[in-house]
Every structure is written in structure tokens, then in C-alpha cells.
């Protein structure tokens, strides 16, 4: 059995599941990052 040899024709990328991790993702680490640059980080 070769796996990758389907993966050209199905990537779920416009998969209702994977654009909501996705942005989950991409929310959760833009707010870390801002919330660390801002300095609210606790020094601890």
C-alpha cells in the first residue's frame, strides 16, 4: 500500500475541520505572541 499516492487527490484543505483548526491556530498564536511583546507575561 502506497500512501502518499493519494495525496494529490484529496487534501482537505477546504474541509470545514481543518479551516477551523487552522484559524484556531493561527488566533491562539498571533494572541500569544502579541500577549508576550506586550509584556504580560508573567516574569515567574
Known amino acids: 500500500m502506497i500512501f502518499w499516492k493519494n495525496d494529490g487527490e484529496y487534501l482537505p484543505i477546504l474541509d470545514i475541520g481543518f ?18 511583546e506586550l509584556a504580560y507575561g508573567s516574569i515567574f
Open 19 to 36: 479551516r477551523f483548526h487552522f484559524t484556531t491556530y493561527i488566533i491562539h498564536n498571533g494572541t500569544s505572541i502579541l500577549w508576550i
